[in-house]
């Protein structure tokens, strides 16, 4: 989860609070998920992540999906989700496919964040 620090540091500058805490919330309930397996965890993990993919949508529209942030963001939204997808299949390289996701996830919120900030600057 060391992957979201940058993401949480460029929100905390900015102070994006609202988009600070879905990241902060979305990490710490993967995190909890992470570690006891809990159903119950598993399913607020994913109502967390559904909110970050609304944060990091709404950070590229208000920042008017800059040229190359936005682009770059979805392209590694497209590898995520394509990772995401294959890790579904039950070989032994789950552990390794499922940080790969984690790692382009952050990316993605990463230059989200960035594109909100280049956007709305005048």
């Known amino acids: 989860m ?8 460029l929100t905390a500058s900015i102070h994006m609070w609202a988009g600070l ?19 119950k965890v598993f399913y607020v993990d994913r109502i967390c992540a559904m909110a970050l ?3 990091c949508w709404v950070a590229v529209i208000l ?3 800059p040229y190359p942030y936005f ?3 979805l392209a590694l939204g497209a590898v995520a989700l394509t990772v995401y997808f294959y890790q579904e299949r039950p070989p ?5 496919r499922h940080t790969i996701w984690h790692i382009f996830s952050a990316f993605v919120v990463t230059f989200s964040v960035v594109a909100y900030i280049v956007g709305t600057i005048h």
């Open 21 to 39: 805490a879905v990241i902060l919330a979305s990490v710490s309930t993967s995190l909890a998920y992470h570690i006891t397996e809990n159903k």
């Open 2 to 9: 060391l992957f979201f620090i940058l993401p949480i540091a």
């Open 63 to 65: 920042g008017h999906f």
């Open 71 to 73: 682009e770059i963001a």
């Open 92 to 96: 032994s390289s789950y552990h390794v």
């Open 53 to 55: 993919i609304v944060f």
